[in-house]
């Protein structure tokens, strides 16, 4: 599948992970207190 989206930036300053591919896909790391990334996508 499509790789998950970035997650934003956490109040720490570090950017969240990519989501990891799948078939499905899991989320995104956060930075610090910022938003998650978005799954991927089958």
Known sequence: GTPGFNGGPG???LP???GY???IGEPGLSGGFGAPG???QN
């Open 11 to 13: 109040n720490n300053g």
């Open 38 to 40: 978005l799954r991927g």
């Open 21 to 23: 591919p799948g078939d």
């Open 16 to 18: 969240g992970m990519k």
